[in-house]
């Protein structure tokens, strides 16, 4: 059986300049993803997490290679139709949670859902229902300020999940909690990105989360390796 690709990512590379000196933050990275399939990105703090997957989101460009997402060539689209599968087919999450401070925790993940062009009756259901799988039944009416640290991070799990999309990009999405909320949160965002049969594509610098996953990938400088 074929196995459908979520991401491929081929022959990346990333330059930077800086005055007269160019730095290489990532040097010829491939990586393929299945549909379905947990990878964690393993790397020290300004190894290049970051930068890989935000062109793994599209929101970078690479200085070569070639990115895909769900079997599309993403080399040659126009601004929109990047903008048009971030929204249908990515979902991110990040090590702070960036929520809408002045909304709800049901209206934060509402809106995502609405921007993906559900209607808001869709919208509603939907963040209502991925707020209820995370446990968060009785927060619905909270603002972010009123969360526990937690709290907020799942908030910001069920956003990057209410549309259901093909792929979860996360940076340490753990990186800003206690070791022990860390944990708890990072195995319910495993569960459910496998319950919903999504992949994921998760930085973290904490090799005890990484083994939780399908497989880990190591990034030093700028070489991505498994071992």
């Given amino acids: 059986m074929e196995h459908t690709i979520a991401l491929e990512l081929k022959e990346i590379t990333r330059t930077f300049t800086q005055g007269y000196k160019t730095i290489d933050v990532l040097k010829g990275i491939d990586v393929t993803i299945n549909a379905g399939e947990l990878v964690a990105l393993v790397g020290a703090s300004g190894s290049g997490k970051s930068t890989l997957l935000q062109i793994a989101g599209l929101l970078d460009q690479p200085s070569n290679g070639n990115v895909s997402i769900d079997s599309e060539d993403t080399a040659g689209l126009n601004d929109d139709r990047r903008t048009q599968v971030r929204r249908e ?3 991110f999450i990040y090590q702070f949670h960036h929520l809408m ?3 709800t925790a049901l209206e934060n993940v509402a809106l995502a859902a609405r921007i ?3 209607n808001d009756k869709e919208a509603t259901q939907s963040a209502t229902d991925i707020l209820i799988r995370l446990g968060l039944k009785e927060r619905f009416d909270h603002v972010p300020a009123r969360l526990s640290g937690g709290e907020q991070q799942r908030v910001a799990i069920a956003r990057a999940l209410v549309t259901k ?25 495993i569960e459910i990105v496998r319950d919903f049969g999504v992949s994921a594509f998760i930085a973290t610098h ?15 400088e700028g070489i991505l390796r498994s071992e």
Avoid: C, H, Y
């Fill in 206 to 220: 904490d090799k005890s989360l990484a083994s939780k996953m399908d497989r880990q990938l190591f990034l030093r």
């Fill in 165 to 189: 999309p093909k792929l979860i990009l996360a940076d340490e999405p753990t990186g800003n909690l206690d070791e022990e909320t860390a944990t708890k949160v990072f195995e319910l965002l």
């Fill in 116 to 118: 993906a062009n559900f």
């Fill in 101 to 103: 401070p002045e909304f």
């Fill in 89 to 91: 087919k990515l979902g």
